[in-house]
């Protein structure tokens, strides 16, 4: 979930210079203006509380640095945490984060080298230490964090301060994806001794916590020692959640928010017509309907198959998204160089899902989807779904169910998820390996075709050759377009809304909302 990048190229394992010099694909052109930009004539002015309205959440909202579960934890952490590369508007990698240089000395080590004088929110100075500390609390299995699954190639135990502002951190294999794992919004950089609220929360952003009720709202101040001239601009950044969309558009058009992630695509030409802005950025957001391949009645390919050949996908992108996004192919990472584009295009054959059903004895089936307002289109994605199925024979219970993220997440059979945009490797580092902090699919299988998926990876990641690389991910997505079990009917994007005051935004090709929440709000001011 975001979670989480395919916009991005897949690094080669040997030949890296700074991270400044490499490049990183999206595969599609930049949003213009008339996307929703708020770019305006004149410098950015200071002050203001600047009240955004979260779509999700919950009693278990956490405020963790390195760990989220909905996108108003999302919005919360950003606000105080920052990486050590940073990914710009086109999901282009950048040295603009608190590392000043990321250096591949070899296949197997990189050396990072921090921007001296960097205060965390508390005064103390951001050291090689708190990196080496930063890495070892991710990477600590018993921690449940986002980004544990990136450090499995990571020599943490290894890493040595060079000096006051250098670390080395070696590998205990090659890894072509260790930029983007430094460039994910999760993987930050926390004081040594850092622990998750309702801890004190010190990190090197933009805003400091003032205070946090989990469910309901946050409030966050300017940090006065931040390290980048000029940033912030608001006095304060105040973050509610909303279970509810409706609730969301109403707040913002009768000006109890300033912004609001999610903006139902029914409700742009409404809010655009009343003077309210929409930031409409094309990225590869997906809502996947996941089938948990070791669960009846998923563990059987040939209802999976089935469920699969059910999809009207030109249908629900309409009904779903109004049209905004691309149809997609059950297969996540549209953007990376590797794509699979070869794989024929699943189009819908209910006569064909209804053979599969009865070959499996499972005619007339009758399942529950769950799903959640976790992000814009969930429980719409479920409800088509359900419509559709109906041609089939097949019944499809929606539960939309406000504690989906509680503690049956990632155990159920069949539900519906959101993710924003990732490389194909880091994806499946992060959703479809036994270690990925949120396999929905229970993927891979045990036996049968998929079964060397993991290996497969772990190839890929120490391959060098970026030619011989795609090979092996084309092997990889083969098995998942067989036998997987993800539906990914297509891709959406983010829509966003904002009053016409908020000034600064951006459309984003990136993971997160409004333009990576105006890159931890320090870019986005009131006019």
């Given at each position: 979930m ?9 690094f ?7 991270v400044?010099?490499?490049a ?6 930049s949003s ?8 305006a ?11 955004l ?5 919950g ?19 950003v ?18 984060g ?11 080590q ?5 921007r ?23 990477g600590t299995?018993?921690?449940g964090l ?14 040595k301060?060079l ?6 951190l ?10 983007q ?28 916590l ?10 966050h101040t ?28 109403n707040?913002?058009?009768?000006g ?15 809010v ?5 802005g ?34 009207d996908?030109k ?12 149809i ?8 990376d ?13 209910i006569?064909?899902?209804?053979s599969?059903?009865k070959?499996?004895?499972k ?20 409800t088509?779904?359900a419509n ?11 539960i ?9 997440y990632l155990k159920?059979?069949?539900?519906v ?10 994806q ?7 270690t990925s ?12 075709t ?5 290996s497969?990876?772990n ?25 997987g ?5 297509f ?10 005051n908020?000034?600064g ?11 990576s929440?105006?890159h931890g ?5 009131f006019?």
């Amino acid at each position: 979930m975001t979670d989480v990048s395919r916009r991005q190229l897949l690094f080669g394992a040997a030949g890296l210079a700074a991270v400044g010099g490499l490049a990183a694909a999206c595969g599609s052109s930049s949003s213009s203006p008339s996307a929703g930009s708020t770019a305006a004539a004149g410098g950015p002015k200071r002050g203001g509380n600047f009240r955004l309205g979260v779509t999700g959440g919950g009693a278990k909202d956490i405020m963790d640095g390195q760990n989220i579960i909905t996108k108003p934890d999302q919005a919360r952490l950003v606000s105080a945490f920052e990486t050590l590369l940073l990914f710009d508007e086109n999901y282009q990698l950048t040295n603009n984060g608190l590392a000043e240089s990321v250096t591949q000395d070899n296949p197997t080590q990189y050396t990072i080298k921090l921007r001296p004088g960097i205060e965390f929110q508390n005064g103390k100075t951001m050291t090689a230490d708190d990196i080496i500390y930063s890495f070892q609390r991710i990477g600590t299995k018993a921690y449940g964090l986002t980004g544990y699954a990136a450090t499995a190639t990571m020599d943490i135990a290894g890493m040595k301060k060079l000096d006051q502002y250098t670390v080395r951190l070696p590998l205990k294999s090659p890894d072509s994806t260790i930029p983007q794992t430094l460039g994910s919004y999760t993987f930050t950089v926390v004081p040594v001794g850092y622990k998750a609220y309702p801890a004190p929360q010190v990190g090197t952003g933009a805003y400091k916590l003032k205070s946090f009720s989990p469910g309901q709202q946050s409030v966050h101040t300017r940090n006065p020692n931040y390290w980048r001239s000029g940033e912030p601009y608001f006095d304060t950044v105040t973050i509610t959640d909303f279970s509810d969309s409706t609730a969301q558009v109403n707040g913002l058009l009768g000006g109890q928010i300033d912004a609001m992630t999610d903006l139902p695509p029914s409700q742009v030409s409404v809010v655009r017509a009343r003077g309210i802005g929409a930031l409409v950025s094309k990225t590869g957001g997906w809502l996947p309907i996941c089938m948990a391949i070791d669960l009846p009645p998923f563990d059987d390919a040939r209802v999976r198959q089935a469920m699969r050949l059910i999809v009207d996908r030109k249908g629900m992108l309409t009904q779903v998204a109004s049209g905004y996004g691309f149809i997609g192919n059950d297969l996540y990472a549209p953007f990376d160089p590797g794509y699979d584009h070869s794989l024929p295009q699943r189009e819908q054959d209910i006569s064909q899902a209804k053979s599969l059903l009865k070959a499996a004895g499972k005619a007339n089936l009758s399942v529950d989807l769950h799903t959640t307002t976790g992000a814009a289109g969930m429980v719409e994605t479920a409800t088509v779904f359900a419509n559709q199925a109906t041609a089939a024979g097949i019944k499809v219970n929606v539960i939309n169910d406000p504690n989906y993220y509680g503690s049956q997440y990632l155990k159920l059979p069949f539900s519906v998820d959101f993710w924003g945009t990732r490389a194909y490797l880091n994806q499946v580092q992060q959703g479809s390996l036994p270690t990925s902090p949120y396999n929905e699919t229970h993927w891979p299988p045990k036996s049968g075709t998929g079964s060397n998926f993991e290996s497969l990876y772990n190839q890929a990641l120490a391959e060098p050759n970026e030619t011989k690389r795609i090979t092996i991910m084309h092997e990889m997505q083969q098995a998942e377009y067989q036998v997987g079990g993800y539906i990914i009917p297509f891709f959406g994007g983010l829509i966003d809304g904002y009053a016409a005051n908020v000034k600064g935004l951006k459309p984003s090709k990136g993971t997160l909302n409004l333009d990576s929440f105006g890159h931890g709000y320090r870019t986005i001011w009131f006019s």
